[in-house]
């Protein structure tokens, strides 16, 4: 172990990652209620929203903004739903049955919060709960797997909100940006778990994804 660490510290693949401290949302709550999910579209926040905002539009959780590449929210949509097909326990609709409906909520309502919004889309199909989420950073690496000039970088946030009475019931944010291993050693568990190389933006996302919804509500 000490020669691994050693070689790792004096430059073979020594990336690694640091992480700001998530903001966690836990609530006590029974879910016994919820059965039908709708798993919403993640969302981007724009630029002017990022330059103007450091606070979840949903949650309030403290964010750092940033460049976000295109196809980012479609990305984590796909994986977050992929998630909780094999693990929620939950009946699940997709998230191709809220986009009009979330079009017809904001022309009526240019006003509305980002959480109200879920909820109402969530009473309009019959869902006891919503999931989906918010990208405000998804910087892809430049470089290769062996080396880059510029790490990947990601943040988002993944909410569960009920309907019935518009409570939000789980939320988690991951917030990463991946780093020389020597800068944090105690990351070094973390690092070899994912391969031991730089990362894409999706597969730090993934990764990401993983491990925040570990924690997750699920259905008995």
């Known amino acids: 172990m000490l020669l691994m660490l050693s070689c790792l510290v004096g430059g073979i693949w020594v990336t690694g990652c640091t992480m700001s401290p998530r903001e966690k949302s836990r609530h006590p709550v029974q879910i016994s209620d919820i059965k ?24 309030n959780a403290v964010l750092t903004g940033g460049f976000i590449a295109s196809g980012a929210a479609d990305y984590i949509t796909r994986q977050l739903m992929a998630h909780l097909k094999a693990k929620s326990g939950f009946t699940l609709l997709g998230p191709g049955m809220a986009t009009g ?41 430049v470089g290769s797997k062996f080396g880059v000039d510029s790490p990947a ?9 009920r309907c019935s009475d518009g409570r939000l019931i789980w939320s988690d944010h991951f917030d990463e940006t991946q780093r020389d291993l020597s800068e944090n050693l105690f990351r070094l568990p973390s690092f070899i778990k994912r391969g031991g190389h730089w990362l894409t933006a999706e597969q730090l996302a993934a990764h990401g994804l993983r491990e925040i919804m570990a924690d997750f509500p699920v259905r008995k």
């Open 36 to 59: 039908v999910l709708l798993v919403a579209p993640v969302e981007t926040l724009s630029r002017q929203q990022v330059a103007s905002m450091n606070q979840c539009p949903i949650c």
């Open 101 to 141: 409906i979330r079009a017809r909520i904001i022309s009526s309502d240019i006003g509305i919060s980002r959480k109200r919004l879920l909820v109402e889309m969530g009473r309009q199909i019959d869902a006891d709960a919503v999931v989906s989420g918010v990208v405000y950073r998804f910087r892809q690496r």
């Open 153 to 161: 970088s990601v943040g988002f946030g993944i909410h569960f909100v």
